[in-house]
């Protein structure tokens, strides 16, 4: 198990460092830097900046100097459009919040999801089957963007309910986590429902129930651990997913997250700041990939370190 | 001896009479199970009458894509504007079918950029076993953990938000399912006798590939194709919706929906029937693919 985990850890430093120097040279390479887009700039003005973010330098002393910190201070650079503010102090504030949604979110999609999953199962082929699983398609089918203006149409500008947008009281919390949840979900109630009806048929299951256990104890001891495991092995999708889908969520309802923020530094052209938030976005979704991968092979022993 | 060397009698042509026969009859054996599941065929009839509305309904429309109404502005749906009018009074039923000409072009272009990638780089894999397979598949499986949607993000926004780059990038991004799914059926093909006789006759690799494994894959790639459209749409949408992907004067569902979410609060139908149309497309290539699963009895190596 060590030396799997060791020789993940050593593939992922590989990846990171491709993501990372891709990502570096590509967005230097495009036309158009980060103060073009301001109202014009005399030579020298522009000079100077260029001198102050060490841009004027040979892109090889950039880029091994932004490696250099990188590595030895995990230091991604001052931000180019936020004068004065470094970008590790950006994505400090902003971070916190993304994980905020991107857990309730998560937690929305596992309960709604095994909930509906677990009785689409149970109940196979009867009217709470279909309707379990009529609601898991319409999940999968209407995207986030079409979803979450519908629910502030309806539960915010109809019924009042909640405010249509902002992220101060826990109440503003439940739209969004919702939204982005929900698809998820859909996802989950389908795999567990089919992971379930696989193990409900083996004879470990009837060897249970002629021990005399109880129809709740089978379901849940027995029944529900062979339906979790394909839950499992789609969370790694589903987190990628889920933060990546942020960027929507957060532009609907405005909220103040690093998702939000990426799209906007990308349209800015703030180098450092996209820069940075791709490789914090890319070393968390490797690194929960590999604690994702580790959970499968602990839950379920047929399967082994490779 | 008077063998004949008709085309047809030669082994290599690929397809003898025989195997022509028995590939008609499992294909109308799949049609008439795919007949009987009512919600893919549901989904079918859907899409073709969709895809004709698009392509032909404008030209029956008294309103054109761009004829601007200013005294009119925005209008609740009624007998001359069916489906309402946006706040340009622009017929709403009208934009609909013109974004759905694109949604959907850029869903069948994307899809076979990634079709193309997936299909070649699978059998590639597949084909040729080992280390080669090995190391092939363990980049696809690094592939998979990858941020990718956020790279395409990068790519409309640095390199111009042209429709041509839009169709690639998504299609660069959606192959990886595609090459596992042609992978595993290759690699179950391989063990086949017809393929051994194919190599003992000393015919060619690529021949071996494209005459005679992907013939025999193709009702896998039908069906994951079937589900790559919608997820290949569902990107374009995103990133519309986000400004990234198709702009005007071009406009698209998820363009369509971006607006309508703007101004939704006044104006429901701007959001309610964009929204619908594009839901009820992505419902109906899901069931459609599933059903052809089914008909097609594809399982899945890894799903």
Redesign the interface.
């Known amino acids: 198990m060590f030396s799997f985990i060791f020789r993940r850890l050593l593939q992922i430093i590989v990846v990171l460092w491709v993501i990372i120097t891709a990502t570096f040279f590509m967005i230097r390479f495009v036309p158009g830097g980060p103060f073009t887009a301001e109202k014009a700039v005399t030579p020298e003005i522009l000079r100077n900046l260029e001198a102050h973010y060490g841009l004027n330098k040979p892109l090889w002393q950039q880029y091994t100097d932004y490696m250099g910190s990188l590595i030895l201070r995990g230091d991604l650079g001052p931000s180019f459009k936020y004068a004065s503010r470094t970008v590790n102090e950006i994505i400090a504030d902003k971070l916190p919040v993304s994980i905020e949604l991107g857990a309730l979110s998560l937690g929305v999609a596992l309960v709604v999801g095994l909930i509906l999953g677990v009785i689409a199962a149970v109940k196979r082929n009867t009217v709470f089957d279909y309707l379990a699983s009529s609601v898991a398609m319409m999940g999968i089918c209407v995207p986030t963007f079409v979803l979450g203006p519908l629910l502030v149409l309806f539960f915010a500008i109809q019924l009042r309910w909640f405010n249509a947008s902002g992220w101060y009281t826990p109440a503003d919390r439940v739209l969004p986590a919702l939204t982005l949840g929900l698809v998820y979900a859909a996802y989950v109630a389908r795999l567990t429902r089919g992971g379930m009806l696989e193990v409900l048929n083996q004879d470990y299951i009837r060897t249970a129930r002629a021990k005399g256990a109880s129809e709740i104890r089978v379901i849940f001891r027995h029944g529900l651990r062979g339906g979790l495991l394909p839950v499992v092995s789609f969370l790694g999708p589903a987190i990628a997913g889920i933060l990546t889908g942020s960027f929507v969520i957060e532009t609907i309802f405005q909220i103040p997250g690093l998702g939000r923020e990426f799209v906007q530094s990308a349209f800015n052209r703030d180098y450092t700041l996209v820069l940075g938030t791709v490789i914090l976005y890319a070393t968390l979704i490797v690194t929960l990939n590999l604690i994702v991968d580790i959970v499968q092979v602990w839950l379920n022993p047929k399967l082994k370190f490779e | 001896m008077a063998v004949s060397l008709s085309p047809t009698n030669l082994p290599s042509a690929g397809i003898t009479p025989d195997q022509l026969e028995q590939g008609s009859s499992l294909w109308r054996d799949a049609w008439h199970r795919l007949a009987k599941n009512k919600l893919a065929l549901f989904g079918g009839i859907t899409l073709v009458v969709l895809g004709f509305a698009c392509v032909f309904g404008p030209m029956f429309s008294s309103y054109s894509y761009e004829q601007i109404d200013l005294a009119l502005g925005a209008s609740a749906p009624s007998a001359e504007h069916w489906l309402g009018t946006d706040t340009l009074g622009r017929d709403q039923l009208v934009r609909i079918l013109v974004g759905g000409r694109i949604s959907i072009g850029v869903g069948l272009c994307a899809t076979l950029v990634a079709l193309t990638i997936g299909v070649v780089y699978g059998a590639v894999s597949g084909f040729f076993g080992g280390k080669i397979d090995a190391l092939m598949m363990r980049i696809v499986d690094?592939m998979?953990?990858?941020?990718f949607?956020?790279?395409v993000?990068?790519l409309m926004?640095?390199?111009g938000r042209n429709i041509v780059l839009l169709f690639v990038a998504i299609g660069a991004v959606e192959w990886l399912t595609m090459a596992r799914i042609v992978r595993g059926q290759i690699l179950s093909l391989k063990k086949m006798e017809f393929i051994e006789a194919a190599h003992a006759m000393g015919l060619g690799k690529r021949r071996i590939i494209f005459r005679h494994m992907i013939p025999n894959v193709l009702g896998p790639i039908i069906v994951y194709t079937t589900l790559t459209i919608?997820a290949v749409m569902?990107l374009e949408?995103?990133l519309s919706?986000?400004g990234l992907g198709v702009q005007p004067p071009l406009s698209s569902w998820?363009v369509l929906?971006?607006d309508?979410?703007e101004k939704?609060?006044e104006f429901?139908w701007l959001?309610?029937f964009p929204?619908t149309i594009?839901?009820l497309t992505?419902?109906s290539l899901?069931?459609l693919g599933d059903g052809l699963r089914d008909a097609l009895d594809v399982r899945s190596a890894k799903d």
């Open positions: 690094i998979y953990a990858l941020p949607t956020i790279f993000i990068l926004v640095f390199f919608p569902l949408a995103f919706f986000l998820g929906i971006k309508g979410a939704m609060e429901w959001l309610v929204g594009f839901s992505l419902f899901n069931f």
